[in-house]
């Protein structure tokens, strides 16, 4: 099994920056997918980024330029650097993960679907 806890959210004026964190622990798998998604209020969870244990990422298209997804994996964590933050960037944001060689290939679809671990959401609210 895999946990997740994602932090660093919080509240930011337009055009700010914010990290989010997420440290996953548990077991280890060498072929995996990793991923931000976001809810907002009364809409559908949307994958924001996400990137394989190969280092591939994928952005939505409202979010490239401005968002960068990484990895450490010496501490397994993944982050994702958001700069010139939004107000329709405010959002519940939920890390996740998916393993195996079919992760890894639907991994740029952004599916939630495709992820079988999930963390608790961190809310990042933009004014």
């Known amino acids: 099994d895999v946990q997740l806890v994602e932090s660093g959210g919080g509240s930011v004026q337009a055009g700010g920056s914010l990290t989010l964190s997420c440290a996953a622990s548990g077991h280890t798998y060498s072929n995996y997918c990793m991923g931000w998604f976001r809810q907002a209020s009364g809409k559908e969870r949307e994958g924001v980024a996400t990137?394989?244990?190969?280092?591939?990422?994928s952005y939505a298209d409202s979010v490239k330029g401005r968002f960068t997804i990484s990895l450490d994996n010496s501490k397994r964590t993944m982050f994702l650097q958001m700069n010139g933050l939004r107000p329709d960037d405010t959002a519940m944001y939920y890390c996740?993960?998916?393993?195996?060689?079919?992760?890894?290939?639907?991994?740029?679809?952004?599916?939630?679907?495709?992820?079988?671990?999930w963390g608790q959401g961190t809310q990042v609210t933009v004014s």
């Open positions: 996740a993960a998916g393993h195996g060689t079919i992760a890894t290939l639907t991994c740029r679809l952004r599916r939630s679907v495709d992820f079988g671990y």
């Open positions: 990137i394989t244990s190969g280092g591939n990422t």
